[in-house]
């Protein structure tokens, strides 16, 4: 199923999308006489998966007055209870981290560095030996069609095409063989980035610190894995006011959505509702590309079998 969380008459409302149309649950449940369903995301998700059944039943019998055309969507998940971005595209990290070095050392005066990676590339090696993360921003969420307040006039505004997965279930030491049935389901997300707020600050090798810490946009919906015939051999695009940047596929991660659950419930529990952002596809953001955005562009990311996320962007100086 694909869960969404629209703009409803008595404010954000659960929903699943039927064909053209959304379903309000907790409407369509009061309809068919299910007491107790879940009334928000979260609430869905702790339910765990005889709400999911629920839900899926009652979307093969929508009835008419239950079904909303074309609502305002919202950020699916639109306070998660945490949100950890990873590092689990690591060709995008390769070419950034070679790209950032030579920035910082630019800006300093200093000769150009050369790689101090494992086989000539520049990431330590530890992060092909394990998930490397930051807690990222779960504060400042935006959802589809919403606009990007940048927090101050930019020198370089950057958008990154990644997706993210949602914890399904609370858990603690959860194994890898079974880790899949541990994930509610995926959504794409936006990695906002300032870097010229970026560069400076990562010199103290503490991670991006506030270049990040404004925007965090998800969505449009969060497709459950029964969607999927593989999520790893999914096509994900950006487009910048209708051309194509950049594209990829989920199938290029390093390390997968099963080394992260495993790796973050150990020995402490992982929590249902908790988002985990995979990181960066290789080409996906304008600091690999040498561009940058401009005051109101429309930036779209667009993954195969979840839909498009699409924002505009507005500098706070511009006319």
Known sequence: ??????????????GAIVGEAVLDLPLAATMAGVGDFPDSMQSLIEAGEPAVAIARSLAETAEGGALVRSPRLLAPLPRPVRFRDCCLFLEH???????IAKAQAKAAGKPEPTPEGPNGNWLNAQFYNQVIYYNADHLHVYGPEDDIPWPVQPGWADYELEWACVVGKTASNIERSVAHEHIFGFTIFNDWSARDLQFPFMEAKLGPGEAKDFANSFGPCIATPDEFADPYDLQMTARINGEIWSSGSTGTMHHRWEDALVQFSRGKALFAGEVIGSGTVLGGCGLELDKQLNHGDVVELEIEGIGVLRNRVLFPHSA
Do not use: I, N, Q, W
């Open 1 to 14: 199923m694909r869960f969404v969380t629209f703009k409803g008459v008595k404010g954000p409302t659960l």
């Open 93 to 99: 990290m390769e070419v950034s981290a070679g790209k």
